[in-house]
């Protein structure tokens, strides 16, 4: 099953941080916050302004970024957990 986000929404898979702080220490799935970074699977054709023209995306497939930490719907596209958000709720673009 494909799918194609709307509008100005994107999907986004999370990356997942590492497991071990930067001392060794193994932290548990219990005390991890879930990450705020992400990797854009699919991006939705652009909202439109008030004269009906589309406004192109800012983002595309592929790249990756930093979004706010309750942002975002989780869905489950194809057995996968993934998020669904508006670009307005990216915060930025990791190079």
């Known amino acids: ?12 898979r ?4 590492d497991e071990k702080t930067k001392g060794g ?7 991890k916050e879930k990450p705020q970074e992400g990797e854009i699977v699919a991006v939705g054709t652009g909202a439109r302004d008030d004269d009906g023209d ?14 706010g ?12 957990d993934l998020l669904i958000m508006k670009e307005s709720d990216i915060l930025g673009i990791v190079d």
């Open 69 to 80: 930490k309750w942002s975002g719907t989780e869905v489950k596209v194809d057995g996968e």
């Open 14 to 17: 999370r990356i997942e941080a």
């Open 54 to 67: 589309r406004i192109p995306m800012d983002v595309k497939a592929g790249d990756r970024i930093l979004f």
């Open 25 to 31: 220490i193994i932290i548990p799935d219990t005390a």
């Open 1 to 12: 099953m494909g799918f194609r986000p709307l509008h100005d929404r994107v999907l986004v």
